[in-house]
C-alpha cells in the first residue's frame, strides 16, 4: 500500500546517547503520507528515543530530519507541532485538573475577538468547547460526553482517548501514537485503531509505536523494526508474518535484504 | 488475533459497584474539589459568627476596617505566594524583598530627594529583579524553589540590613508614598486606598489565572509539568512569569507597609514570609501546585486575621492566637489532601 508520493517525513542516520547508553544508533525512517508506519521493538531498542527526536521532545546528537523533503531542527516539541506533527505519548500527557476542552486546545488556546482579546487576552472559552466537541463528535469518540468534565476524572483509556483527539484534531502533517493503546481495554483499543485508519485515510502519515501484534498487524502499511538501538529491516505485513516479526526483533532472525 | 477478550462481558456486579450513588461525604468532596476557595469561605463566616457572639464588639465597622486594614499588606504578598505555589513553587524570601522594596523607596525620598513616583518605581523594579533572580535560578539551575528562596531569604534580608544601617526612615504624609495610607471611606466603613490597591491586584491575577491563557499554562504546569511541557507549553517561561507577576504583587505590598509603618523599617515585615504562605494554604491552594485560586488566599489571610482580632477581643492570651493559626494551617494542608483524593 505503500504511495509512490513524496515522503512527508524523513529521519537520515539518527545518532543519540545518552552518557554512555546509544540510544540510537544511525537509525533511518521513510514516512510516506496516508500510510500507517508502524515502529516495534523490545524494550530499550530506541523505539522512543527515535519518536522523542521526531517529535522534538529530544535533540538528536547527529543525523537529519526532514519535513516534505527540508530539513527542520526541532529543539522542542512546539517546534514539531508547528511543522504538522503532533504527538500522543505512552505517559498520557494530559493536566489533570483541566477539563478536556481545555486540554485539548492547551498551548493554543483561540482567544476573544476585538479589545478583550487583544488587550486583555481573554480566552473564547465558548468557542473552545464549540469545537472541541466537534472535534470529538467527528472523530467519533463515544466514551467521553462531557467536555467540561476535569481529566482527573476520567479513566486511562478515556485519558488516552482526549491526547489521541488532541493530535487528531491539530495535526496537519503525521501523527505519532506512543502506545496508544496499552493502556486500554478491547474496545477502546477498537476505536483507538479505527480512528487511526480514519486519519490515514485523511491523508495523514501515522507512526504507530506498539508492543501488541496483532494490533500492528491489523492496522501498519510497513513496519519498521528497532533492535538494539539500530534499524533491524522494514517489513510489510504482507511480506512477512507475526512469528518473523518477532525473530527479527529479537534477533534469531535477521533480514537480509531490505524490503519496503 | 489471539487475545481476543469478549470486552461486553464485563462482570455486571462491578458495574453495578462503579456506578452507585456517591455518598454524602464523596458529594462534598466532589463540591470542594471543584471550588477551592468553598471551605475557606465556609470557615470565615463561621469564625465571624463565633466571634460575634462571643463579644459584638467584633461586628463594629470599626473593628471591621481595621481587620481590613491590618490584612493588606500580607494579603498583596499573598497575591504573588499564590501564583508561585499554584506552580508547585514555594517564596520563602518573598517578605525580604518587600522590605527590601520598602526600605528603598522611602530612602530615595528621604535620603536622595527623589520624586516619590520614582522612588515608588524604583522600589518595584528591585521587587521585579529580585523576584527574576529567584525565577532564573529555578528555571536555569534548576534548582529546587525552597532552596533558592531560603538562600535569596538570608540575601535580600542582609541586603535590606546593610543598606539600613541600622536606621530607620519615616515620611511626610504629602508622599505619593505614603497615599496607601489615605483613607476611604465607604459609609461607616474606614478603608484605606492600600485596602483598595490590594482589592485591585486580587481582581487583575485573578482574571489573568482565570480568563487567559497565560493562567491555563500556570495551572497546567503546576499540575503536571512533563505533561505541560509535552503539550508544548514554555515550561521556564510560565514559571519565570510566576516569579515576576510575585515580584509585581510584592511592589503593592512595599508601597502598602511604607503607608503603614510611615516610611521605611528594616525590621518590619519580619513573619510576611510566613504569613503569605500561610494565608495561600488556608485559603485552600494546593502546596502540591495546579490547585487553588487567588481569592481562597485573600480568605485566608482574612481568617487568620479574624483569628487573630478576634481572640483578642475575646481577652485571650496572644501567645494562644499563635497557636491556633498553627492548628489552622495544619487542618488546611489535611482538608487538601482529602479533597485531592477525589474520584470521578
Known amino acids: 500500500m505503500t504511495t509512490p508520493t513524496a515522503p512527508v517525513l524523513e529521519a537520515k542516520g539518527l545518532v543519540k546517547v545518552f552518557g554512555r547508553v546509544v540510544g540510537l544508533n544511525d537509525v533511518d525512517l521513510t514516512l510516506h503520507p496516508g500510510e500507517v508506519l508502524a515502529v516495534i521493538g523490545d524494550n530499550g531498542a530506541g523505539?522512543?528515543?527515535?519518536?522523542?527526536?521526531?517529535?522534538?521532545?529530544?535533540?538528536?546528537?547527529?543525523?537529519s530530519i526532514l519535513v516534505d523533503g527540508s530539513e527542520v531542527n526541532f529543539k522542542r516539541p512546539q517546534d514539531a507541532r508547528e511543522a504538522g506533527i503532533e504527538t500522543v505519548y505512552q505517559t498520557l500527557a494530559v493536566a489533570p485538573a483541566l477539563d478536556i476542552a481545555s486540554n485539548l486546545f492547551l498551548a493554543r488556546e483561540i482567544r476573544r475577538k476585538g479589545v478583550l482579546g487583544s488587550v486583555f487576552r481573554m480566552l473564547d472559552t465558548g468557542e473552545?468547547?464549540?469545537?472541541?466537541?466537534?472535534?470529538?463528535?467527528?472523530?467519533?469518540?463515544?466514551?467521553?460526553?462531557?467536555?467540561?468534565?476535569?481529566?482527573?476524572?476520567?479513566?486511562?483509556?478515556?485519558?488516552q482517548s482526549v491526547a489521541v483527539a488532541r493530535a487528531g484534531a491539530f495535526g496537519g502533517r503525521v501523527v505519532i501514537l506512543d502506545e496508544p493503546t496499552a493502556a486500554l481495554g478491547v474496545r477502546e483499543t477498537g476505536q483507538v485503531l479505527k480512528l487511526v485508519r480514519d486519519l490515514r485515510d485523511q491523508g495523514l502519515g501515522i507512526i504507530l509505536i506498539s508492543h501488541n501484534m496483532p494490533n500492528v498487524f491489523d492496522v501498519a502499511d510497513r513496519i519498521h523494526i528497532q533492535r538494539l538501538g539500530g534499524c533491524a529491516g522494514v517489513i510489510t505485513p504482507q511480506s512477512h508474518s507475526m512469528e518473523d516479526a518477532v525473530a527479527i526483533m529479537t534477533g534469531a532472525k535477521k533480514l537480509v535484504p531490505e524490503a519496503g | 488475533m489471539t487475545t481476543h477478550v469478549d470486552s461486553e462481558a464485563t462482570p455486571a456486579p462491578a458495574e453495578d459497584f462503579l456506578n452507585r450513588p456517591a455518598t454524602p461525604a464523596q458529594r462534598i468532596q466532589s463540591v470542594l474539589h471543584r471550588q477551592p476557595a468553598l471551605s475557606p469561605a465556609i470557615v470565615l463566616v463561621l469564625a465571624a459568627i463565633v466571634f460575634s457572639l462571643i463579644n459584638d464588639r467584633f461586628y463594629a465597622l470599626q473593628n471591621l476596617s481595621l481587620v481590613a486594614q491590618q490584612v493588606a499588606v500580607i494579603g498583596s504578598l499573598a497575591v504573588g505566594q499564590t501564583v508561585i505555589i499554584l506552580t508547585a513553587g514555594i517564596d520563602l524570601s518573598i517578605g525580604a524583598v518587600m522590605v527590601l522594596a520598602s526600605l528603598l523607596m522611602s530612602k530615595l525620598v528621604a535620603d536622595n530627594h527623589l520624586?516619590?513616583?520614582l522612588?515608588?518605581?524604583?522600589?518595584a523594579a528591585v521587587a521585579i529583579a529580585a523576584q527574576a533572580v529567584n525565577g532564573l535560578l529555578v528555571t536555569r539551575i534548576k534548582l529546587?524553589?525552597?532552596?533558592?528562596?531560603?538562600?535569596?531569604?538570608?540575601?535580600?534580608?542582609?541586603?535590606?540590613?546593610?543598606?539600613?544601617?541600622?536606621?530607620?526612615?519615616?515620611?511626610?504624609?504629602g508622599n505619593i508614598l505614603m497615599w496607601s495610607a489615605d483613607t476611604v471611606s465607604i459609609g461607616q466603613l474606614n478603608l484605606t486606598t492600600g485596602v483598595l490597591l490590594m482589592i485591585a491586584l486580587y481582581a487583575v491575577v485573578g482574571y489573568a489565572l482565570r480568563y487567559t491563557a497565560w493562567g491555563r499554562h500556570l495551572y497546567a504546569v503546576g499540575d503536571d509539568i512533563e505533561a505541560a511541557r509535552l503539550a508544548g507549553i514554555s515550561v521556564n517561561r510560565v514559571l519565570l512569569s510566576a516569579y515576576v507577576v510575585g515580584?509585581?504583587?510584592?511592589a503593592v505590598g512595599a508601597w502598602i507597609l511604607v503607608g503603614r509603618v510611615g516610611g521605611g523599617d528594616p525590621n518590619s515585615g519580619l513573619n510576611a514570609n510566613l504569613q503569605s504562605i500561610t494565608a495561600v494554604v488556608i485559603g485552600g491552594t494546593s502546596l502540591f501546585g495546579?490547585?487553588?485560586?487567588?481569592?481562597g488566599s485573600l480568605i485566608g489571610a482574612l481568617i487568620v486575621q479574624v483569628f487573630v482580632n478576634g481572640l483578642a477581643l475575646a481577652?485571650?492570651?496572644p501567645n494562644y492566637q499563635v497557636l491556633t493559626v498553627g492548628v489552622l494551617v495544619i487542618a488546611a494542608v489535611s482538608v487538601d489532601q482529602w479533597i485531592r483524593s477525589v474520584k470521578s
Not at chain 1, 472541541?132 to 467521553?144: M, Q
Request: proline content about 4%; overall charge positive.
Open chain 1, 47 to 63: 523505539k522512543s528515543t527515535l519518536i522523542k527526536c521526531l517529535s522534538g521532545a529530544l535533540v538528536p546528537d547527529r543525523g
Open chain 1, 128 to 159: 473552545m468547547k464549540r469545537q472541541a466537541s466537534d472535534h470529538i463528535k467527528r472523530l467519533g469518540i463515544s466514551t467521553l460526553q462531557n467536555i467540561n468534565q476535569a481529566v482527573e476524572t476520567l479513566s486511562g483509556g478515556q485519558r
Open chain 2, 115 to 117: 520624586p516619590g513616583v
Open chain 2, 119 to 123: 522612588a515608588l518605581l524604583a522600589g
Open chain 2, 144 to 173: 529546587p524553589p525552597f532552596i533558592v528562596t531560603l538562600g535569596t531569604l538570608s540575601i535580600f534580608t542582609a541586603i535590606t540590613l546593610i543598606y539600613a544601617k541600622g536606621q530607620t526612615v519615616s515620611l511626610d504624609s
Open chain 2, 247 to 250: 515580584g509585581f504583587a510584592i
Open chain 2, 290 to 295: 495546579g490547585r487553588g485560586v487567588v481569592l
Open chain 2, 315 to 317: 481577652g485571650i492570651d
